[in-house]
């Protein structure tokens, strides 16, 4: 036992590494690691310790230091480290730009395009400045639904005017309560009975006037929602009535959910015929249509000879946009070739990482010799290059994702448009970034792991 | 692990306490050990095992293809038993390097067989061989091969990823070796800003943390004037006196001279020097 002897040495030199030599174990296995293990209890279970603590494994060169390693590899040169990521920050920002701006423009394109503004048509009389300030130049004529629902393509038309009451209250009950405080009267509106489809309204109980209220000038009124509330009118079922003035109207209906026009909502609304009978209602305002998508320029067209024949210019149509199908194939191209540029980038950012990494493993042939020797594997040396390139490629695709995000945003800004990006995608294209330094790296780890240790270690550093 | 440094060692103190009555000379030669050839166990030893030696040459051959094929090394025998410090000297092409890479698990004979503890690594898998430098070899290079962007302390650390010292020890480790070789003051220093014989300290601290066999030194002193030199082979004399396994190869007479054994190499032929 020839170390027995040195051992009073030991003890006189009581330095550390003085208890770090080998040391011998009984048994067959002699792995000098298991020091860890207290010195009895090792040599209880001496013989099996040995082999089972090598399969369990100590810390050899697990995940954290394959990461720590190849953090300390990236971060020794940063210069390099950002020459390296510009080729994927490019690649993956320009295509989160890509499919960020495409996606806000769908996004814009479908607030514009939303079915009512797509198919809503207002048709009005045409104003003319003069010295008592603005007046129509035209008239929407009583049988204005007659005439413009011939037109192709119109599927519903409404036309509406406001009624002057004058100072005539409107209550539910004619009290003449003078303590009672005032309330502010709701609007009387005159409709023609297809207004309500044409505005899309919805019935919320009793039913619209129809044609034969408006010719026989009947006393009846349609409520909106909210002037029902107002005065207290919630079920018509027993036909309640309401007082304009002092004459009495039956209130038929309550609606609401009107898209446009919601102005109704807070009016009380009578046919048309009845309004000219009891308030002498002289003209209609606006008249609202709606058509069937694509039928614009026709309905702009015609429709003012079909209410003014004489004098055409005396009325207004304003009809939706058309959406500009040549303008939509444009933007596809111009989506195509920026996703082919960022395809591009994204593959010289690859090809930026390889060259790079290749390079880096020729630098350090010293120090994979240095490592083999030290005991790593091909596996653990092809690792470190393999996760290093991936960190370099994920953090382009980081930086890119985020570059990508910020230009999206900031281009939404300046043209007023929400910004929308999927944060699935940013999150995928950084990924991505990852991805591809790794297949970069694949060929430069496959030459790390097979530097041979004895050609690295004979120069250099 | 707070009480690392006196729990991490103690079963070394436990045999230390047991070898006790056991006088050593402090020289650090054991006069009473003589190079010989499977020659264990100890006269007064309670629980005398057969312990191989940790290096055990058979018949090694290294030739190198060509034409005609080099041979390195020619039916080389050697036994290092534990605890010897020997030295290879040779002139340069005398197989020194190969011996070396052999010694190292870094390269295969052509022929015969290298026993390491005993074991055959004639067949083992280069897996296994990477495992086996980690925890049993410790190298030492002439050109020190420290990394220069890494802090003294993680060029130490370094041989600790591999070896598979526990993640909990290695820093405690890392700064017992480097107390040991006295750079305890420079463990945040760039390797680049140290002198060469510091920075050979800091090769030979990173080669004994994961407490090796055999410490394997490749013309440790080539870079070193000849003060540094001295430092450094004082070094070396001590942790030989400690209990570890020295083979130094080298080219220079003085060097090799502070050897308890001298082999001498030439054409691939081994031959003690008495």
Redesign the interface.
Known sequence: ?????????????S??????????V?GPS????L??T???R?RAAAVTAAAAD?RL??????L??LVS?AA?GIG?RPGRLVLTIIGTVLGIGSLVVTVGLAQTAAGQIARTFDAVAATQVVVEPATARTQGGERATGTIPWDVEDRLSRIAGVEHVGAIATVNVGDLRITAVPVNDPSAPTLATPQVMATTPGMLDAVRGRIVTGRYFDAGHDERADRVVVLGARAAQRLGVHRVDRQPSIFIGDRSYTVIGIIDDVKRRSDLLDAVIMPVGTARADFNLVGLEQAHLIMAVGAGPVIAEQAPYFLEPNNPESITVQVPPATSTVRENVQADINAIFLALGAVALLVGGLGIANVTLLSVRERT??I????????????IGNQFLMESGVIGLLGGLVGAALGVAIVVAVSLSKEWTPILDTPIVVAAALLGGVIGLCAGAYPALKAAGVE??TA?R??? | MTQDPAGLFEPVLHQAEVAGPVAAPVSGVDPTRTPQPGGTGHPAGDHVEVIPPVIDLRGLSRSFPGDPPVEALRRVDLTVQRGEYVSIVGPSGSGKSTLLHILGLLDRPTAGDFLLDGVSTATVSEHERARLRGGRIGFVFQAFHLLPHRSVLDNVLLATLYSGVPRAERRDRALAALDRVGLSHRLDFMPTVLSGGERQRVAVARAVISSPHVLLADEPTGNLDSVTSTGVLDLFEELHADGLTLVVITHDAAVSARAQRQVRISDGTLSEVA
Do not use: C, Q
């Not at chain 1, 002699?30 to 690691?33: D, H, K, S, V």
């Not at chain 1, 494994?57 to 697990?62: E, I, S």
């Open positions: 036992m020839l170390r027995r002897l040195r051992a009073p040495n030991v003890a006189a030199l330095s550390a590494i003085s208890r770090m030599r080998p040391r011998r009984p002699r792995w000098p690691l020091r860890r207290p010195w009895a090792r090598e494994g100590f810390d050899r060169f697990g954290r230091d390693e300390h020794a010293g120090e010799g240095l490592r083999r020797a030290l005991g790593a594997t091909k596996r653990n240790p004895i270690l120069g250099g550093t």
